[in-house]
Structures are given as C-alpha cells and as structure tokens.
C-alpha cells in the first residue's frame, strides 16, 4: 500500500511535469483532465482512498495518514501549477497581443466622391437651400416628352444640335433634363419648384462634349414670375457656387421651350473679369442656358398661363465642374485615372 502511494505520487508529478512540456494554449484545460484523473469521483487518488477500507485495520490509521497526505499534498500541487498555468497563459496572450506602438501606422484606404457627384450634390445643396425640391425624371424618354412637349416638333432644326440615341422609333437618351418639366408639370398643379439633375445623352463628342454627360434643370411655375427672379435666383447661386464677387449677366438666346431665352454668363471665376486664358480674355464664362417657359410649353402641360408664369434654367454639371477646378478636357471625368479622381478628395493615408 505504502509503495502504492509512493507511485501514485511520482506518477502525479511526472504527468504535471510532461502537461507543462508539452502544453502552451490548453495548458489549464489539460491540468483540469488530469486533475480528474487523479482526484476526480472516479480518479486513481478517489478510488485509492475508497480502497481504505479493505486495508487491515490495524494498519488503516497509518495508511490513511499516507492517502489523506498524498491527497492534500496533490490538491496543493495542482492549485499551485493551475495558478502558473494561468500565468503562462498570460504571457502567452501578452505576447501574441503585443502592439508595437513604435511600428509604423497602417492607414485605412479611403474612397471618395467623383467630382461629378460632388459638384452635382453642392447644387443640390445649394439649390435646396433656395427652397427647391428634387424631382427624379428618367432616363429614358418619349419623343414626345424629350422634344414635342417642349416645343420641338419633328422637322425643328434644333432637333439637329442633339443628334440624339433613340432606342426605338418613339424612345431615346434623354437628351437634356428639360424632359423633366413636361412630367412635374402634368403631375404638379403650381407653384412648382423644382430641379432635376442626372445623365443626359447626344451623339457629340470632344474636349468639351462627351457623349454622355449630366445635366441639372430647374424650374418655377408660379404667379407673377419674371425674368428678374430667374436672375436675382442665378445671382445668389453663383455667389455661392463660386465666390461672392461672382456676377452673372444674361445674354438673349434661342430655346424653343423658353420665351425669352437667354444664354447667362459668369464672370470668369479665375480672372475676375480681367480677361485669362479661360474666359478667352472676354472676363465672361457662359454657363447655362436659361429663359421664360415658352406658354406654348404651359400649355400642352395644361398650365393656365393667364394666371401662372414661370422660368427654367438647365446647366451642364461638367461645365460647372470645369469652370470651378480649371479642368480643360471633359474626358477626363471619365477615363477614372485615379490620379486625376484623387485630387477632388482629401483621402487622408492614401499613398
Ligand atoms: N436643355 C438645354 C440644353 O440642353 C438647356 C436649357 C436651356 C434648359 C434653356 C432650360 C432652358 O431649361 O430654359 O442645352
């Protein structure tokens, strides 16, 4: 009995021992196995303790003495090799969690805005703020909504000038958000007042003219509108667009939808008027085109044009983008170089 003690002893000691060898992550879990093994309702210590009572009684005291010492003596040891497992395990954790607060930082990778969307979004914001609300037109439109409803019977020349993609016989690209009006007119009883911006398409295409391209419309249909709101409106807005010394001045034009028309120019932006490369030393940048709703527009649109007056205005959101950060070639908005997109955001860490 008493050798039996002795080896359950080493053998305790030699298998803590080889757990500590062997084991780094498990290390607690693994001592817990093998703490049962031994002193666990079924382990080897349990099962020698119960084993007592068949040991002779006269020698029973004594051996108890052994079993209860061996018991007390394994409790002890385990406890104290739990407490350094967790200790390894600590430093094992300490280690693999380490931060280098020396090493140099990793940035995060940032995405940013297309200068179009940027540019289209401050309209939007600027345009809002004068108390516009944003109308979603399509992008594919009628015959009837894209040129007759504005005025632009079948055999008009300025048909011509759009030279646009039909789809089918009666369905094309937009080719100017104007298209716009026709729909908030026929569903919106005045006062109106609304832009609406997106992709706009004509078979053109050069430094200044891309096949595909984004336009922003505005429209007011209310009682007595005049040509001098529609100039008070473009004055605050390029106040805001560019800067506050910005001047427009409204130049007469040609539109079949608008009656007067005008074509409205910027003082240039860059020179202030003194005449640069830009402004093709006029000190004027032309940037939109802009008029009284031709009555004839109201009309079809069932607009009771002795009552309501109104004045629309559409810009090409390229051209403002152009004007605004001195770009000379409108392609390049959409080659996506990312040297070239990168400008427009401060993507902090980008490399
Ligand atoms: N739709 C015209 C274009 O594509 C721009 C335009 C001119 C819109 C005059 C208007 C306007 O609303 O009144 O060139």
Not at 76 to 83: D, Q, S
Not at 148 to 169: G, V, Y
Not at 247 to 270: A, G, N, W
């Amino acid at each position: 009995m008493q050798k039996k003690i002795a080896t359950l002893k080493e053998e305790i000691q030699i298998e803590v021992q080889k757990v500590f060898l062997q084991e780094n992550e498990n290390l607690r879990q693994k001592l817990f196995e093998l703490k049962m093994q031994f002193l666990g309702k079924t382990g080897k210590l349990t099962d020698l303790l119960k084993s007592m009572k068949d040991v002779a009684p006269e020698l029973r005291p004594e051996m108890g003495k052994y079993v209860n010492e061996l018991r007390d003596y394994a409790e002890k040891l385990f406890a104290e090799k739990e407490r350094l497992a967790r200790e390894k395990e600590m430093a094992l954790r300490y280690e693999r969690e380490k931060i280098d607060i020396t090493a140099p930082a990793i940035f995060q990778k940032k995405g940013g805005l297309h200068p179009i969307t940027l540019i289209q979004n401050e309209l939007i914001a600027i345009f809002t703020g004068f108390g516009f609300t944003v109308f979603d037109s399509t992008e594919f439109e009628t015959d009837y909504y894209n040129f007759q409803a504005l005025n632009i019977p079948e055999d008009h020349p300025s048909r011509d000038m759009q030279d646009t993609f039909f789809i089918h016989k009666n369905l094309l690209l937009r080719s100017q958000t104007s298209a716009g009006q026709v729909h908030v007119m026929e569903q919106q009883l005045p006062p109106i007042k609304i832009l609406t911006t997106g992709r706009v398409y004509r078979s053109d295409s050069d430094a200044t003219h891309s096949p595909m391209f984004h336009q922003m419309e505005g429209l007011v249909v209310d009682k007595n509108i005049t040509l001098c709101d529609l100039k008070g409106l473009l004055d605050a807005f390029a106040k805001r667009m560019f800067d506050c010394n910005t001047k427009t001045r409204l130049r007469p034009s040609y539109f079949p939808f608008t009656e007067p028309s005008v074509e409205v120019d910027l003082s240039c932006v860059h020179c202030h008027g003194k005449g640069c490369k830009i402004c093709k030393n006029t000190g004027w940048i032309e940037i939109l085109g802009a008029g009284m709703v031709n009555e004839r527009v109201l009309q079809t649109c069932k607009i009771d044009t002795a009552k309501y007056s109104g004045f629309a205005f559409g810009l090409g959101i390229e051209r403002i983008a152009m004007i605004k950060y001195g770009i000379p070639d409108i392609r390049l908005f959409f080659e996506n170089d990312i040297r070239f997109l990168k400008q427009f955001n401060s993507a902090k860490g980008e490399k």
